[in-house]
């Protein structure tokens, strides 16, 4: 049929990428680029002539046919010239210039955009019409070519005209330079820990606003102080304006507005805000963190926590190595740079943060500070974040006499350690297994998907210990990666030692180490993951065997010293049989762990009438793995064309109607 002169379309499309590829490819080459730019333009410029002298000796529909065609075929001609006064060369060729460099950067720029969009507006419905083509083209049906054709042109200038909509939008969003916030947005309430606190205060919280009269910010924090102020009945709000308020400005130093101050028996603390809502979104979502973090430091003086270090924990990771021999001992700490799990800082970072928000300081202890001596007074409390190497006498002994006086213990263990618990059992009471505690039926799976994903055991069996109160409450499933498990012996006077966290029934001791369930030695039940010892005082214990001593005459002596439970009383100690529960990956994104972490460093700090729920709006990040990111890349890069794709075809094959039914119509 003569409408199926389907070599002009292929010439007219090898003129195009003989040009692309000369103008943006082979621009360097100067023999060569000005000779690929003539050869293509003479070839789409033949094509678009051959084809006119076709449609003019063409009748009827053939006519119509023909007629989009060469006005196609002239679209895309006139899109490549008009590409050569949006370029240097074509500006000099033609001679053009501008005073002003703005004006020439917008005549530049028009006929860099428009000219895309005049080649797609034509060479999309030539294809879509040569296709239309191709699928039909029998002897005496130019009429039903003609119909078959319009609407293929139709489509395809369709997407033409959607490219070019959205090349106009992106252009007009980033000339305007505005962007529009669709993201849930709630102001956090007064959780109960912070609720719980302000109840326990020794008089009245005042609040003093400061801002400006009219502002968005300043109703959103109002409303939070409102429904504390029902919750608790002991919060008194009031409002100024730094300048028709001078007097109460300089009573609460207040420089700049924005700002909320919290007073209790003369102590200031405050919480500062951008005036802008928008600015200030993500400050209030958190608000109530912010909130108990200064009344926190309005109740008490900052205490200090003292994390040990040189033993391969958690936050000195680079101890577990060993050092060259001429390796300063200074390169084994941590330095800025160093990647935690999800930030940049010293390890752990999410439990440092915790910690600050709890209005506890930390410092590292080793060897170097003192840990070989003794614990200083100041220490809240002493935390041992899965060890991997075994402490010095010395350093044991420094921890046992800290426990002496009352002190209070976090112990994390790690199942492949050479930290003996043995060691501070007589403090503990509590018996600790290496095995691996792993579950075959409730566990997270990773991706790809292995056996050793068993070990990521999930558990929400709790006990009514106060370290365990929110969660417990909130209910959900915290996670234990590769735990140990506790049980208690026996029962000393003056302390109470109770499994806080257990694991679920279908759990077991993998003692084999294969992250498979061996009927003939293993046993599914409830293990215990995390233990709390108090000592209260009464009865009396015998302290273990203090180390030999030499006398002058060069002999040993030991000696057993009975030491009452009264010295003891207030010591506190929370043991884990699983130290990653403390890693970043995990308390940023398992909520229920977070609550497990927080409720017991208050019951360690003798603040667990504060336990409670701290009321969070903010976006929790998702995680993905390497794995999962790669799968995401390919199902965005190639799912979503392909899945558009098929939705195109089966809705074009689906419009088809049946022979069946057009041989019924026809009768």
Not at 124 to 143: F, M
Not at 264 to 275: A, D, K, W
Not at 301 to 319: A, I, Q
Request: aromatic share 8%; proline share 5%.
């Amino acid at each position: 049929m003569g409408m199926k002169q389907g070599w002009l379309t292929w010439l007219l499309l090898a003129g195009l990428v003989v040009v692309f590829t000369a103008v943006r490819v082979l621009d360097g080459i100067a023999w060569l680029h000005l000779p690929l730019i003539i050869l293509g333009s003479g070839a789409v410029v033949a094509a678009t002539v051959w084809r006119f002298a076709i449609w003019r000796g063409a009748e009827g529909d053939r006519r119509s046919v023909e007629a989009v065609f060469a006005f196609g075929y002239a679209g895309c001609a006139l899109a490549l010239a008009g590409y050569v006064p949006g370029t240097e060369g074509g500006m000099e060729l033609l001679g053009i210039e501008f005073e002003e460099i703005r004006t020439e950067i917008r005549f530049r720029r028009f006929f860099l955009v428009a000219c895309p969009m005049l080649l797609a507006g034509s060479l999309l419905p030539v294809l879509g019409a040569q296709w239309a083509l191709a699928r039909g083209g029998s002897a005496g049906a130019a009429q039903v070519d003609a119909m078959r054709v319009r609407e293929t042109v139709t489509n395809g200038l369709s997407l033409a005209m959607g490219g070019s909509a959205l090349v106009f939008v992106g252009y007009i969003t980033s000339a305007l330079n505005q962007t529009a916030d669709f993201s849930y947005f709630k102001t956090a309430t007064p959780g109960e820990s912070v609720q719980e606190i302000v109840r326990n205060m020794d008089g009245t919280l005042e609040t003093a606003l400061f801002f400006p009269e009219v502002n968005a910010v300043k109703d959103e924090v109002r409303n939070y102080l409102d429904e504390l102020a029902r919750a608790t009945g002991k919060v008194t709000i009031a409002e100024y304006d730094r300048y028709s308020n001078p007097d109460a400005a300089e009573d609460f130093n207040a420089r700049n507005d924005g700002e909320l101050f919290l007073r209790l028996n003369g102590r200031t603390e405050s919480v500062g805000f951008l005036l802008d809502l928008d600015e200030a979104r993500g400050r209030l979502r958190i608000l109530d963190s912010h909130v108990q973090q200064a009344l926190l430091q309005l109740n008490r003086s900052r205490r200090f926590v003292y994390m040990t270090k040189g033993h391969g924990e958690f936050n000195d990771p680079l101890s577990a190595d060993e050092p060259e021999p001429d390796q300063p001992p200074s390169l084994r700490d941590w330095r800025p740079g160093m990647e935690s799990e999800v930030d940049q800082g010293p390890p752990p970072r999410a439990l440092r943060e915790m910690l600050g928000i709890l209005n506890y300081e930390v410092r590292d202890i080793g060897i170097g500070e003192g840990l070989g001596d003794r614990i200083p007074d100041d220490a809240a409390m002493v935390m041992i974040l899965g060890p991997q190497s075994a402490f010095l006498d010395a350093e044991m002994n420094a921890v046992r006499e800290y426990l002496d006086r009352g002190g209070a213990l976090l112990l994390a263990m790690e199942s492949r350690s050479d930290f003996q618990i043995d060691e501070l059992r007589d403090y503990l009471g509590v018996d600790y297994s290496p095995p691996m505690v792993i579950d075959d039926q409730r566990f997270m799976p990773g991706t790809p998907p292995t056996v050793a994903d068993r070990r990521f055991i999930v558990t929400n069996r709790f006990s009514t210990h106060p370290s365990v109160t929110t969660v417990g409450r909130a209910g959900g499933d915290i996670v234990m990666i590769g735990s140990g498990s506790f049980t208690i012996p026996d029962t000393v006077p003056g302390r109470r030692t109770s499994l806080v966290v257990n694991s679920l029934p279908s759990s077991y001791s993998d003692l084999n180490g294969d992250f498979r369930f061996d009927d003939e030695t293993e046993v599914k039940e409830s293990y215990g993951l995390v233990a709390a010892v108090e000592w209260t005082g009464d009865g009396g214990v015998e302290q273990p065997a203090a180390d030999d001593a030499e006398d002058p005459e060069g002999g040993a002596e030991t000696e057993q010293e009975e030491v009452s439970a009264a010295s003891r009383a207030g010591l506190r100690a929370l043991v884990f049989g699983d130290a990653e529960v403390f890693t970043d990956l995990v308390l940023v994104s398992i909520r229920a762990n977070q609550f497990v972490v927080a409720d017991g460093i208050r019951w360690l700090g003798g603040e667990e009438e504060f336990a409670g729920e701290v009321v969070s709006e903010e976006d929790v990040p998702i995680m993905h793995t390497q794995a999962e990111n790669v799968t995401w890349f390919y199902a965005i890069i190639f799912g979503a064309p392909a899945l558009v794709l098929a939705v195109g075809v089966a809705t074009l094959y689906g419009r088809r109607r049946s022979p069946a039914a057009v041989e019924g119509d026809a009768e």
